[in-house]
């Protein structure tokens, strides 16, 4: 295995770094179609209407059980669950604070919204693995020694 140089070193922490922010952008971007009070109730394509294709299209059948009896009845609780947890980890990984939870959070999201979602029409899957594997980088390699609020606060 080949030593990396220093300056490698920090374009790579600095690449990392980049991914990360990138990854909590698309958490904070897609709040958007899902703010409270209503997260998304009425819009055509919100998170009820993704609840509903989880209902129909989640990849095991008592997922989709859980979806149509527990989720969908209880939609504001679940809305107001759904816009915290993804807030929790757009917020982390964007700054740079507490990433690796952050990374968790937004690694089971993704999962979560893999197994609902994925086998829905014109979904693709490939999209999916993506984004649960750039959520997951966190866990496994350092992501904020650069361009983080955790590296300014000295920890």
């Known amino acids: 295995m080949r030593d990396i140089s220093g300056a490698d070193a920090d374009r790579m922490a600095l690449a990392v770094a980049l991914l990360r922010i990138a990854v909590g ?20 394509r919100g998170l009820l209407y993704s609840f509903h294709q989880g209902a129909r299209y989640a990849v095991i059948g008592p997922l989709r059980d859980i979806v149509s009896d527990v989720l969908i009845p209880h939609f504001t609780i679940f809305g107001s669950l759904v816009f915290l947890i993804e807030l929790a980890a757009g917020l982390s990984l964007t700054l740079g604070f507490m990433t690796r939870a952050g990374a968790l959070i937004g690694t089971a999201q993704a999962t979560m919204i893999m197994l609902l979602v994925v086998r829905a029409p014109n979904e693709w899957f490939w999209g999916y693995a993506m984004f649960l594997l750039l959520n997951a980088l966190p866990l496994f390699v350092p992501s904020d020694t650069r361009l983080s609020l955790s590296s300014r606060l000295g920890r």
């Open 25 to 44: 952008i698309v958490w904070l971007a897609n709040l958007s179609w899902k703010l409270p009070p209503d997260f998304g109730r009425h819009d055509p």
